[in-house]
């Protein structure tokens, strides 16, 4: 009898440090890519990166209005292919020398010739908006999460992965994608944007705004604005709140978004 009640409280205290470990396991331990932030990144991924003439470039002008003095530093290139998975892009051709970002355009639509050698300071990498949690597909995800994070820090650059949103009518993706992302992270020592999470603070804060699309995946332009304003406070350190570009979007709802994102990455990194 007494062994018996010593295996069942040894099963219970077992129990009890996985809950810990899982628990834990859930933290992102990368919560800053300073102090050394970068000022130009490759957005690897799919079409919730390039919906509404891309997310990337959105976050470009909320750089450049942050920091006017180094306007011309910051850049942002996307390469994306409509519903893919990281596995459905080649990264280290996408980041071969001579390649991608050899050449960019200023505000008046100069050719510039950047110099040659490294590119991009970062390359942010998502998945298919359901591949990290389908289980036909999430151990692609986990392989292609460390393979394409060996690769970009093999070219100088640093890995970072973007936590996608729930689909409208499956709130339950929220959580998932969340843990799925940021075990990831932490495997492959890579910073998590987390935009799934700021999506659904937004949803909760005032539901009857609208963050998707009509197919309920993509994100409508205010979808959009919070994804950039969320990887702008994970990518730059600098709070979004009260930075004049707007996307045209109107006053009240940019406050709410430029809050959400903030308030979202100083909550999940800890801080």
């Given at each position: 009898m007494t062994r018996l009640i010593t295996r069942v409280m040894l099963a219970m205290c077992l129990a009890v440090?996985?809950?810990?470990?899982?628990?834990?396991?859930?933290?992102?331990?990368?919560?800053s890519l300073g102090p050394d932030f970068p000022k130009a990144a490759l957005f690897v991924g799919n079409s919730f990166f390039y919906y509404n003439n891309g997310?990337?470039?959105?976050?470009?002008?909320?750089?450049?209005?942050?920091?006017?003095a180094n306007r011309a530093a910051?850049?942002?290139?996307?390469?994306t292919i409509g519903g893919s998975g990281l596995d459905w892009h080649d990264m280290d051709n996408l980041l071969r020398p001579g390649?991608?970002?050899?050449y960019s355009f200023d505000e008046q639509n100069n050719v510039i010739f950047n110099k040659p050698g490294?590119?991009?300071?970062?390359?942010?990498?998502?998945?298919?908006?359901?591949?990290?949690i389908h289980p036909q597909l999430k151990d692609a995800f986990v392989t292609f999460a460390g393979k394409d994070s060996e690769i970009v820090r093999a070219h100088g650059m640093r890995p970072v992965l973007f936590m996608s949103w729930a689909y409208a009518d499956k709130p339950e993706m929220t959580e998932q994608l969340a843990e799925?992302?940021?075990?990831?992270?932490?495997?492959n020592d890579a910073l998590v944007i987390p935009a799934g999470l700021a999506f659904a603070k937004v949803r909760k804060l005032q539901p009857e705004l609208?963050?998707?699309?009509?197919?309920k995946r993509h994100p409508s332009p205010v979808g959009t604005y919070l994804a950039a304003c969320v990887t702008f406070a994970a990518m730059t350190g600098r709070s979004p709140v009260g930075n004049s570009y707007t996307m045209g979007l109107d006053a009240p709802t940019v406050e709410l978004l430029q809050k959400a994102a903030w308030d979202t990455v100083q909550e999940y990194y800890g801080r």
């Open positions: 440090a996985a809950g810990f470990n899982a628990q834990a396991q859930t933290k992102p331990k990368v919560t997310m990337p470039g959105h976050l470009t002008f909320l750089e450049r209005a942050a920091d006017p910051y850049r942002n290139t996307m390469a390649g991608l970002g050899a490294r590119q991009y300071d970062a390359v942010v990498m998502m998945d298919c908006s359901q591949c990290p799925a992302y940021t075990i990831a992270g932490n495997a609208n963050l998707y699309a009509p197919d």
